[in-house]
């Protein structure tokens, strides 16, 4: 990493859909260690404030990803320290040709190709950055332990699949509305975009606190919501307790409205760890949909098309 990185007053990180992955996991994850502001742009403009003193992280699965290629280039003007994390395309081409660091990875332990399905080299490579320059701490100890717990986490799913299961029958033929808070708004942000593109099912996500200032007095109409939605609760232990008890007094709020609800409690004891649980069980959840709705979950026809349609 370049030294003068390290003197930056904030990052910016820009990423579309799966490629925002990485900064939403990490910044809920270390909310409470960041030692200065990070900021996602989903879109296609920086923020006038970024200038010399801002560090650009430009993170693009492919490295064609039109809105991160636009940052890429109006941090060039802006005199913005920049960073690249991709796979190939015009982020790799960049970084190949020495205009900006970067790192590139390699996408073998991804065979789907699908962004979304490669959340560990989004995850990880952000991770390594602000790491190495020192913005976080995240030790190889560390993340030696958080691999150990998603390894077996997930041979424990393996093991018995109960769970995925009625958590997905359940879901079917409704949209899921899921509901998080602190660190797991990050998680119920993937599982939202693992519904839509794998199972091609409408999901929504809300949080709280923010949600109980607006959206219990938004379910009278239409009268026939409890036919249409179901709340997907994202239970933490590591929550804050006043956000524990809007859980409970929420959940009993719907329940009288006759509105159908899972509970999801994680267990890990680690924010980290409880994000990858419950991003684990979403996946899984979205593919047994996308089997009992007959789709292909590699596939994202619609959003190719819309690229297609945009030229």
């Given at each position: 990493m370049p030294k003068n990185f390290q003197g930056v007053s904030e990052v910016i990180i820009a990423g579309m859909g799966g490629s925002s992955f990485g900064?939403?996991?990490?910044?809920?994850?270390?909310?409470?260690?960041?030692?200065?502001?990070?900021?996602?742009?989903?879109?296609?403009?920086?923020?006038?404030?970024?200038?010399?003193?801002?560090?650009?992280?430009?993170?693009?699965?492919?490295?064609?990803?039109?809105?991160?290629?636009?940052?890429?280039?109006?941090?060039?003007?802006?005199?913005?320290?920049?960073?690249?994390?991709?796979?190939?395309g015009k982020l790799k081409n960049a970084v190949d040709s020495g205009n900006i660091p970067g790192y590139i990875f390699d996408t073998n332990y991804n065979p789907s190709g699908s962004?979304?399905?490669?959340?560990?080299?989004?995850?990880?490579?952000?991770?390594?950055?602000l790491t190495s320059l020192k913005f976080l701490e995240f030790s190889q100890q560390k993340a030696m332990r958080t691999a150990?717990?998603?390894?077996?986490f997930t041979e424990l799913l393996s093991r018995s699949?109960?769970?995925?299961?009625?958590?997905?029958?359940?879901?079917?033929?409704?949209?899921?509305?899921?509901?998080?808070?602190?660190?797991?708004?990050?998680?119920?942000?993937?599982?939202?975009?693992?519904?839509?593109?794998?199972?091609k099912n409408i999901g929504f996500t809300y949080d709280i606190p923010s949600m109980n200032h607006h959206f219990l007095d938004g379910l009278d109409f239409p009268n026939d919501i409890n036919?249409?939605?179901?709340?997907?609760?994202?239970?933490?232990?590591?929550?804050?307790?006043?956000?524990?008890?809007?859980?409970?007094?929420m959940r009993g709020i719907t329940k009288e409205k006759g509105i159908n609800d899972i509970a999801i409690t994680l267990g890990a004891k680690d924010k980290l760890d409880e994000i990858w649980e419950a991003i684990i069980i979403g996946s899984l959840v979205s593919y047994n949909l996308a089997?009992?709705?007959?789709?292909?979950?590699?596939?994202?026809?619609?959003?190719?098309?819309?690229?297609?349609?945009l030229g």
């Amino acid at each position: 990493m370049p030294k003068n990185f390290q003197g930056v007053s904030e990052v910016i990180i820009a990423g579309m859909g799966g490629s925002s992955f990485g900064v939403r996991v990490v910044t809920s994850a270390f909310s409470d260690e960041l030692v200065l502001p990070i900021h996602l742009v989903e879109g296609y403009d920086l923020p006038e404030y970024a200038d010399e003193t801002t560090l650009v992280l430009v993170t693009s699965y492919s490295g064609n990803t039109e809105e991160t290629v636009s940052i890429l280039e109006q941090a060039r003007v802006k005199g913005c320290k920049i960073f690249a994390i991709t796979s190939g395309g015009k982020l790799k081409n960049a970084v190949d040709s020495g205009n900006i660091p970067g790192y590139i990875f390699d996408t073998n332990y991804n065979p789907s190709g699908s962004p979304r399905t490669g959340i560990g080299y989004i995850v990880g490579s952000t991770l390594g950055v602000l790491t190495s320059l020192k913005f976080l701490e995240f030790s190889q100890q560390k993340a030696m332990r958080t691999a150990s717990f998603i390894k077996h986490f997930t041979e424990l799913l393996s093991r018995s699949s109960d769970m995925i299961f009625k958590i997905s029958s359940k879901i079917d033929g409704y949209s899921p509305i899921f509901i998080a808070s602190e660190h797991l708004v990050s998680a119920s942000y993937v599982i939202r975009n693992f519904m839509n593109e794998t199972s091609k099912n409408i999901g929504f996500t809300y949080d709280i606190p923010s949600m109980n200032h607006h959206f219990l007095d938004g379910l009278d109409f239409p009268n026939d919501i409890n036919k249409k939605y179901i709340f997907v609760y994202l239970i933490s232990s590591l929550y804050n307790e006043r956000n524990k008890k809007r859980f409970e007094i929420m959940r009993g709020i719907t329940k009288e409205k006759g509105i159908n609800d899972i509970a999801i409690t994680l267990g890990a004891k680690d924010k980290l760890d409880e994000i990858w649980e419950a991003i684990i069980i979403g996946s899984l959840v979205s593919y047994n949909l996308a089997v009992a709705h007959k789709v292909d979950p590699r596939t994202n026809e619609m959003v190719d098309l819309l690229k297609r349609e945009l030229g």
